[in-house]
Nanobody, 119 residues
Framework: QVQLVESGGGLVQPGGSLRLSCAAS????????MRWYRQAPGKERELVAG???????DYADSVKGRFTISRDNAKNTVYLQMNSLKPEDTAVYLC?????????????WGQGTQVTVSS
């Protein structure tokens, strides 16, 4: 079974840092774009950052200069380094990937990891 599994969330004080990981497991022919989204209570899901299979990146304005997305293609893993965290960064963070399984293209979602920024 192909799936995405996130890890690295937790409770951190304002100004602190966390590193999220999302690993794809199962038989996958290739992984194209990978992304991190977040959803706070009562708010719509928001695209935080994305990275192409060639390493091109894009960020939401709210996280530019603080968050860095990266990937390790050998490990089928995407990371999100979050620095200078703010209370408004509190949310469930979900990873997303466009994959090819045999000849079928699919978009996979992880189950999410909670990030709470609070003193």
């Amino acid at each position: 079974q192909v799936q995405l599994v996130e890890s690295g969330g937790g409770l951190v004080q304002p100004g602190g840092s966390l590193r999220l990981s999302c690993a794809a497991s199962g038989w996958i022919s290739s992984i194209n774009a990978m992304r991190w989204y977040r959803q706070a209570p009562g708010k719509e899901r928001e695209l935080v950052a994305g990275i192409t299979n060639f390493g091109g990146t894009d960020y939401a304005d709210s996280v530019k200069g603080r968050f860095t997305i990266s990937r390790d293609n050998a490990k089928n893993t995407v990371y999100l380094q979050m620095n200078s965290l703010k209370p408004e960064d509190t949310a469930v963070y979900l990873c997303n990937a466009d994959v090819t399984i045999y000849s079928s293209r699919k978009t996979l979602w992880g189950q999410g990891t909670q990030v709470t920024v609070s003193s």
